[in-house]
């Protein structure tokens, strides 16, 4: 097994950074991100472009749907998903975001890791980025020095026009 300075470990076949997540728990949040988003997808289909996140078993649902009613059936078959603990539903109802604004939350996304990665203040996978319609969202296991470096990094972010934070504070 490698160590490098970033603290990954490196080692048969797998790449896992340092996380305050126990590792049970970040093999259940993949599996409830794969299991929330077949079920999302499954039943509402063409009705909804919705992501679903989860960082220490709480989801984090974005993107866009229609009308009140599919926002909501989106996170009543999130919230029944096996150990989900609580919901986030920032799901805005408008009209269907086009492939240009998506590749321009990505691309805000990717500046935002990178100021993260720049400023050193705290290891990048302690605070997963998610942009949606220009509005980002940092959920994570931070403390509040942490949280707070992060919040004023990534809103003075060229692109992101608000950032909404989904911590959980280990102080």
Do not use: C
């Not at 728990?25 to 993949?30: G, R």
């Not at 929330?36 to 709480?58: C, H, M, P, Q, W």
């Not at 078959?77 to 492939?99: G, Q, Y």
């Amino acid at each position: 097994m490698v160590v490098t300075r970033a603290g990954v470990e490196i080692g048969t076949g797998t790449l896992k950074m340092e996380d305050r997540r126990g590792s049970w728990v970040f093999i259940e949040d993949e599996q409830i991100e794969l299991a929330a988003s077949r079920t999302i997808n499954e039943k509402l289909g063409e009705d909804a472009y919705i992501s679903v996140t989860s960082f220490n078993r709480n989801v984090l649902l974005t993107g866009d749907v229609s009308n009140e009613a599919i926002r909501t059936k989106a996170a009543k078959l999130a919230i029944n998903v096996k150990n989900v603990r609580d919901i986030f539903n920032e799901i805005v109802i408008t009209p269907r975001s086009t492939t240009l604004s998506r590749n321009n939350d990505t691309l805000i996304t990717a500046k935002v890791k990178s100021r993260f990665l720049d400023n050193g203040v705290f290891q990048i996978n302690h605070v997963k980025v998610i942009t949606e319609n220009s509005v980002t969202y940092l959920a994570g296991m931070v403390k509040h020095t942490e949280g707070k470096k992060a919040t004023e990094l990534a809103s003075s972010t060229p692109g992101v026009a608000k950032v909404v934070t989904i911590f959980e504070y280990l102080d």
